[in-house]
C-alpha cells in the first residue's frame, strides 16, 4: 500500500494504512461479495482461486494450511476443526462402504472408536492389530484393505511405528497408509517422507501448544487428496478462523517448544529410570527402549537433530491409592489434565483417562496399570519439573 493511497478520516472515510501490519489480520466473514454470477459459479466450482464461503475455505484457514504444509512438505493440507475432524475427514475422503482397514491397537481411544464402530456403521470392517509387530500387519491386509493406520508415537507406552515398514506392506496390497503424527510433531517426524500417504495432526496438543484451540490437520499429496476439499465442505469439517489465526501464533514457536521439550524429557527419562519408587519408565531415548535405533532412524530426518518427543511414561510401584497420591502431590505444580502438548508440564493417568474403556485385561496387554502415569513436558526448566516429581515420589515411599 502506497502512501498515496491513504485518505484522511477526518471526513469518516476510512484511513488506508501505508504500512504493512506485521501480525496477520482475522478474516470473520463467513461469505464473500461476488463481482457477477459467473464469478460466482467459478469460485464455486474451483476453477478461480478465491473464497465465496467460509466452510469452503478462508484466509486464515488458507494461511494455516499453508504452514502444514511446508512442514510436512507435503502438496496439500486441510484444517479441520479438531483432531478427530481430520482423522473423519481421511475416512470420509478414502474410504466406502465394503472397504476394510487394518489399525492400531494402540490408537487414541476415540479414533479406534471412529475406525471400528463408526466405520462399521458405514460398511467399513476393520482388523485391530499390533501395528509395531509387521508380520500381524501382514496377516491382517486382504484385498478390500484400503487404508493402514498407526501413530507415529504411540499413546502411552510411546512405541514407535516403523513407518517405512507399514508403508511397504500397505502399498505392496494397493492401500494406503495413514499416520497420527500428534505424539511427535512435524519437528520431530514427518510420515510422508518415510512413505505415508496421508499425515494427521491433533492441532490441539503441541501444534499449537497453549491449549486454547481445538483444531487438526490433514496432510498428502495429489495422489489421496482429489476427494478431500469437497469431502470436508459437505460434511461441515472447517475450522474457524478465530483458532486457525491462534493457531498460526502457536505454531510461530512450535521448532523452539518441541526441541525444548523434547530435551527435558529425555533428561527426565534418564534420571527417573531406575528410580525405586518406580517400576518402570518409557522413553523412545533411552538406551533400553527396545526402538531406539527406529526411533533416532525417523526422528532425525529433519534439521532437529535426534529428538525423541516430549511425552515420558512411567508406572508407580503401587496401585490407584499410590497414583492418587502422587498426582496430589504434584498439583498445582503439574496439574492433572487428560491431554498433552501444553506450554506446561501437565500429567494424565491413562487407566481412568484416555483408556478408561478398555477392560483390565486389554489395558494390561498394552502395558497399562493403575500407577501408569503419562508426563507431557513443558519447557520449563529441567531441574524445576524435576523438583515437582521428585517431591511426588516421596510422598508415595
Ligand atoms: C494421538 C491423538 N490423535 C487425535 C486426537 C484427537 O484430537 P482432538 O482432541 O483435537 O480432536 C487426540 C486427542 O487427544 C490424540 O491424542
Redesign the pocket.
Known amino acids: 500500500m502506497t502512501s498515496e493511497k491513504k485518505t484522511s478520516n477526518v471526513s469518516g472515510q476510512r484511513r488506508m494504512p501505508a504500512t504493512t501490519a506485521l501480525a496477520p489480520p482475522i478474516y470473520p466473514a463467513t461469505v464473500y461479495a461476488c463481482d457477477s454470477p459467473q464469478q460466482a459459479a467459478d469460485l464455486l466450482a474451483g476453477n478461480t482461486d478465491g473464497f465465496i464461503y467460509s466452510r469452503d475455505g478462508h484466509p486464515n484457514s488458507d494461511m494455516l494450511a499453508e504452514q502444514c504444509k511446508d512442514w510436512h512438505r507435503a502438496e496439500h493440507a486441510a484444517i479441520a476443526g479438531?483432531?478427530?475432524a481430520a482423522l473423519a475427514l481421511a475416512l470420509l475422503s478414502q474410504l466406502q462402504q465394503a472397504d476394510h482397514v487394518v489399525i492400531s491397537h494402540q490408537l487414541?481411544g476415540?479414533?479406534l472408536h471412529l475406525f471400528t464402530t463408526e466405520a462399521a456403521r458405514l460398511g467399513i470392517e476393520s482388523t485391530v492389530v499390533d501395528t509395531c509387530d509387521l508380520s500381524a500387519v501382514r496377516r491382517a491386509m486382504c484385498e478390500e484393505t484400503k487404508l493402514v493406520i498407526a501413530?507415529t508415537i504411540a499413546?502411552p507406552m510411546l512405541q514407535i511405528a516403523d513407518i517405512a515398514g507399514l508403508s511397504e506392506i500397505a502399498h505392496a496390497h494397493s492401500a494406503r497408509l495413514l499416520i497420527?503424527n500428534?505424539?511427535a510433531s512435524p519437528v520431530l517426524c514427518r510420515p510422508l517422507d518415510w512413505g505415508a500417504d496421508l499425515v494427521i495432526e491433533?492441532m490441539?496438543?503441541i501444534m499449537n501448544g497453549h491449549s486454547d484451540v481445538?483444531l487438526?490437520c490433514l496432510c498428502g499429496n495429489d495422489a489421496v487428496w482429489e476427494r478431500v476439499p469437497q469431502t470436508a465442505s459437505t460434511w461441515g469439517l472447517f475450522a474457524s478462523p478465530h483458532s486457525c489465526w491462534l493457531a498460526m501464533r502457536g505454531m510461530a514457536t512450535l521448532d523452539l517448544r518441541v526441541k525444548r521439550a523434547a530435551s527435558t524429557a529425555k533428561q527426565l527419562a534418564e534420571r527417573m529410570a531406575g528410580h525405586p519408587a518406580l517400576l518402570e519408565t518409557h522413553y523412545p531415548g533411552l538406551n533400553v527402549a527396545s526402538d531406539r535405533a527406529l526411533a533416532e532412524k525417523q526422528m532425525a530426518t529433519n534439521e532437529a537433530g535426534l529428538g525423541f518427543g516430549n511425552m515420558l511414561t512411567f508406572r508407580l510401584a503401587g496401585g490407584q491409592q499410590i497414583a492418587e497420591k502422587f498426582i496430589y502431590a504434584l498439583s498445582p505444580s503439574i496439574p492433572f489434565c487428560p491431554?498433552l502438548g501444553d506450554l506446561k508440564t501437565t500429567l494424565s493417568h491413562p487407566e481412568s483417562t484416555s483408556h478408561r474403556e478398555l477392560t483390565d485385561g486389554q489395558r494390561e496387554e498394552l502395558g497399562i496399570f493403575a500407577g501408569t502415569i503419562r508426563l507431557s513436558v513443558g519447557i520449563e526448566e529441567p531441574d524445576e519439573i524435576f523438583e515437582h516429581l521428585e517431591r511426588g515420589l516421596q510422598a508415595i515411599e
Request: proline share 0%; net charge neutral; aromatic share 12%.
Open positions: 479438531s483432531g478427530m487414541y476415540k479414533t501413530e499413546n497420527d500428534t505424539f491433533s490441539t496438543k481445538i487438526g491431554s
